[in-house]
């Protein structure tokens, strides 16, 4: 989903996403190592445990009880999405996990909260509206609505709370005195997914939210006529977000364009007026994105720090200036695995989200260790020495150097390992493919562009000049971004494209495409959309001789002759095999095995017959099959969820 930096110099009530760097400096995650106790299932599949056992906060306060009892509540996320509301006494770190009182089918998480003037914990995600009341300790209402999540919440000054709510403006609305809740539906549409980041409402009970990221909207929402007028200009709406607050004195004032330059607009009773002075002077409302944290309890204490990784709590009481720390537990999944392969080292290792680390599995002592990690992890590509990282946000590539020392990665200091090597920024965001050169002279990198964007670039890294170029999507597939790679004899890459925009953004090709790339030249020399209909051309591999096989929109698998130019032979999978393949986002789904080339299904494994080029299945999955992965040592090793698996090849010889 999404995420921007913090908008500095803005009042608190400021809702931007900064999904996976932004709050690291608050949660501090450590190395944990800990025994992996690995689990065979039958048939020849093991479950290696859990990669990084840890929760991600999504929304964190500091308040009291019915006792006046500072505590802090927070929003436990793993790979299941939201679970739980967890509640820690701040005196004695007593932990009490409240499970969410509706079913998270979509293993959504919230994008925005807020701490109410009557002290209740507000949310909105998974198609429901929630509150939590840290007096009676119970969540205390809940309601289904149109989809989604909220982006963006306030209270009015009536105490009435209202959401914002991805990808279609949703307004829903609840007053916790009447206990009157409106879902008002969508009413705001555009052709692409909405993000509400901020929402206000003036002294008369005018709603005003920004929309971004595609182009630029202030919406003014009536309840009375349950009707959102636009307020900026279609010939002045651009690529980004515009801002609102509530003022103290009664009014909203806004940005259409977020910028500490910008002009300012007073909104008041649905109507815009542009002011020449502006100085901030917000009404307080603790509200924030998912990486909120409000540190003050009631009394003037504040808590300092909610390490989940470490379960360890750091407050500085009112009285006081020296920090003390308290000890608490809570039950958690694990995060999810976004990337797995097999580093220089021997180890089995990978990143997770949510929260963002790195983890290494020992096959030889079945240990399984993870360490704070730089970003999302999407993709991974070792080569005999190295291990490349490609990650989101920002399109950022590292280098690890597994036979030295773990040094959390900072882009400011060359000394980390991992080493921060270069952000692409916004031609790449989110990284879907890495590729080093067999010749050590390069690393490609390509993915989809920042939000609201359409068609991502590509990053070359000369690894001997340390030096970037980048080529945009203009000079390239135009309005397309690269999906996946893989180098060919000559001095060329095979791409294959995908229509997505970046998060949020507006797709405009009606079809991806294979292209021929010279390296030397960083042109594109032939391009085609060969199966017609195809949005996303997922992965490659190579096949005998120069033949590549692929797989296009995870259902068919096809055989790509680069002399020809063109596709010699297609298979179903779906239908062939009864499955589609795996996926994630830097996929991994063809494992080069034992001079044999396998194919991981959502259910399962197949091989490819490299003389009739057709896949059949092998096995079938005890579980489901997320994540890809690689070979080491007679196994295939894959992930699902937050969990390492893998498949002893010899019983399906």
């Known amino acids: 989903m999404p995420r921007i930096p913090f908008l500095s110099g803005k009042p608190r009530i400021i809702t931007t996403t900064c999904l996976a760097l932004c709050a690291a400096p608050l949660f501090i995650m450590t190395p944990a190592p800990a025994a992996a106790a690995s689990e065979p299932l039958g048939n020849g599949f093991y479950d290696h445990g859990v990669a990084a056992p840890i929760s991600n906060h999504r929304g964190t306060v500091a308040t009291v009880d019915a006792q006046g009892r500072n505590v802090v509540l927070l929003w436990l996320m793993d790979h299941r999405g939201v679970y739980a509301l967890l509640m820690i006494d701040a005196e004695t770190g007593k932990a009490d996990q409240f499970p969410i009182p509706f079913n998270n089918a979509k293993k959504d998480s919230p994008f925005a909260s807020i701490l109410s003037s009557s002290n209740k914990f507000y949310t909105h995600f998974g198609d429901h509206f929630v509150e939590f009341d840290p007096v009676i300790r119970a969540f205390t209402f809940h309601k289904k609505t149109t989809p989604q999540m909220a982006m963006g919440m306030t209270e009015d000054d009536n105490g009435t709370i209202w959401s914002v709510t991805y990808p279609n403006s949703g307004v829903a609305s609840y007053n916790p005195k009447t206990k009157e809740f409106n879902d008002y539906g969508s009413v705001y549409k555009q052709t692409w997914p909405q993000y ?21 909207q202030i919406l003014a929402f009536d309840p009375a006529t349950k009707k959102a007028t636009p307020l900026i200009p279609e010939d002045q709406r651009v690529h980004g977000t515009p801002y609102v607050y509530r003022n103290k004195d009664g009014k909203v004032y806004g940005q259409f364009h977020k910028d500490d330059k910008a002009p300012w607009v007073q909104l008041y009773k649905g109507a815009v007026t542009k002011v020449d002075k502006h100085t901030v002077n917000a009404k307080p409302i603790i509200t924030d994105t998912q990486a909120l944290f409000h540190k003050k309890f009631p009394d003037g204490s504040e808590a300092t720090s909610v390490d989940l990784a470490e379960r360890k709590m750091t407050i500085i009481d009112a009285n006081t200036s020296q920090p003390r720390t308290v000890n608490f537990d809570y039950s958690s999944e694990g995060a999810v695995i976004m990337a797995t392969a097999v580093a220089p080292d021997g180890t089995i290792s990978g990143g997770t989200a949510f929260p963002m680390r790195s983890f290494s599995y020992n096959p030889k002592n079945d240990t399984m260790v993870n360490r704070p990690a730089y970003g999302q992890w999407n993709t991974v590509a070792p080569t005999t020495d190295r291990f490349f990282v490609g990650g989101y946000p920002r399109g950022f590539l590292l ?217 059949s299945r092998v096995a079938k999955s005890p579980t489901p099959i997320e994540g890809g992965g690689d070979y080491h040592n007679g196994r295939i090793y894959y992930s699902d969820g937050s969990h390492l698996y893998s498949y002893q090849l010899n019983r399906a010889q």
């Open 399 to 615: 280098e690890w150097d597994t036979s030295k020392p773990w040094v959390n990665t900072d882009r400011d200091k060359p000394e980390s390992n991992p080493k921060f090597l270069y952000s692409a920024s916004p031609d790449v965001y989110r990284t879907h493919s890495t590729v080093p050169l067999a010749d050590g002279s390069q690393v490609i990198m390509a993915g989809t562009p920042d939000y609201g964007l359409t068609g991502g670039g590509l990053l070359f890294w000369d690894r001997k000049a340390g030096k970037p170029t980048v080529i945009k999507h203009t000079e390239l597939l135009p309005n397309q971004s690269t999906f996946s790679m893989i180098e060919l004899p000559g001095g060329k890459i095979l791409g294959g494209s995908t229509t997505t925009a970046g998060t949020g953004g507006q797709k405009i090709a009606e079809q991806g495409e294979l292209y021929i790339l010279d390296i030397a030249t960083k042109k594109i020399e032939w391009h085609a959309p060969l199966i017609p209909g195809t949005q996303t051309y997922l992965s490659f591999a190579k096949g005998p001789g120069n033949l590549i096989y692929g797989i296009a929109d995870r259902k068919t698998f096809f055989v790509f002759d680069p002399a020809k130019r063109e596709i010699i032979q297609k298979q179903d999978i779906q239908g062939d095999l009864g499955s589609i393949t795996a996926s994630q986002q830097g996929p991994r789904i063809f494992i080069a095995a034992s001079n044999q080339l396998y194919l991981l299904l959502a259910d399962g494994i197949a091989k490819i017959d490299t003389t009739t080029h057709k896949a």
């Open 196 to 216: 509400q980041r901020y929402v206000a409402a003036d002294d008369t009970g005018i709603v005003y939210f920004a929309v971004g990221n595609t182009k630029t």
